[in-house]
């Protein structure tokens, strides 16, 4: 028997980055405009750095007010702390926290070096519930289709939790490291629980290099080994992609 796929999502497919990052700046900042103490799951990698720019100019420009905001973000490597250039602590705070009026003291990043992780993450997914879940969550796309750092396996794991990572991830972040050696071979992820329970999920990806992915993980059928594909079942999906 053959049932027609009515998948809720919103596909969008751009002409530049820059179009991508304005419209996923403007999707963001409606969210902070309808509710200015909203509650935003952040994402690092180079996907979100232009929707982060475009941002700050709202902010600068008076378009949006961050004083209110709270922020939880989806990983961190095991072994670094903010300190380190390569944390995603690190990241946050240069891409888009120093740059706006948001009170750091409300942003969240899971500790990567906490003596317990399993206790992290679970303290990590009771804070996320206490706040109320994410208002959206931004995500970028791994190359192997991981969301966070949930890599490709044989289940979709719900909570927050230590991930080893694969080696071809290992291989597209070394290029943000001094040698492949210093890249951290695990980390601490938001697992699929607290990104699924997103109100709205908003995904950004460029590049011909990430289009086999995107098709197979929104237009293929749901497969923990492509870990992005479990979004086609979140009732408010934006996919925004620039093959530039
Ligand atoms: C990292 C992050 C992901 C990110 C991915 C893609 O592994 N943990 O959250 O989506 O890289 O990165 P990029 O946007 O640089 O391709």
């Not at 206490?130 to 969550?137: E, K, N, P, R, S």
């Amino acid at each position: 028997m053959h049932s027609e796929r009515k998948i809720p999502m919103r596909f969008i497919k751009t002409k530049t980055y820059e179009e991508l990052s304005n419209k996923a700046a403007d999707i963001i900042a409606a969210v902070i405009i309808n509710k200015p103490n909203c509650v935003l799951g952040l994402a690092t990698g180079s996907s979100p750095v232009g929707t982060y720019k475009r941002l700050i100019e709202d902010n600068k420009s008076g378009k949006i007010d961050f004083s209110e905001v709270t922020s939880v973000n989806l990983d961190e490597y095991v072994g670094l702390d903010g300190s380190n250039d390569q944390s995603y602590r690190y990241f946050m705070n240069d891409n888009l926290f120093n740059h706006v009026n948001i009170d750091k003291s409300k942003t969240f990043v899971p500790n990567g070096c906490a003596d317990d992780l399993k206790a992290e993450g679970e303290a990590y997914d009771k804070m996320i519930k206490d706040l109320g879940g994410t208002d959206i969550q931004l995500l970028g796309i791994g190359l192997d289709g991981h969301i966070g750092f949930n890599e490709p396996d044989k289940y979709f794991v719900g909570p927050t939790h230590e991930v080893v990572l694969d080696q071809s991830t290992i291989e597209a972040n070394a290029r943000f490291f001094e040698s492949i050696d210093d890249v951290p071979k695990t980390a601490i992820t938001m697992g699929m629980m607290s990104i699924m329970q997103a109100k709205k999920i908003l995904l950004v990806a460029n590049g011909e290099a990430k289009k086999e992915i995107v098709e197979k993980s929104f237009f293929g059928p749901i497969d923990p080994m492509v870990p992005a594909s479990l979004l086609q079942l979140h009732p408010d999906v934006t996919v925004i992609y620039s093959e530039n």
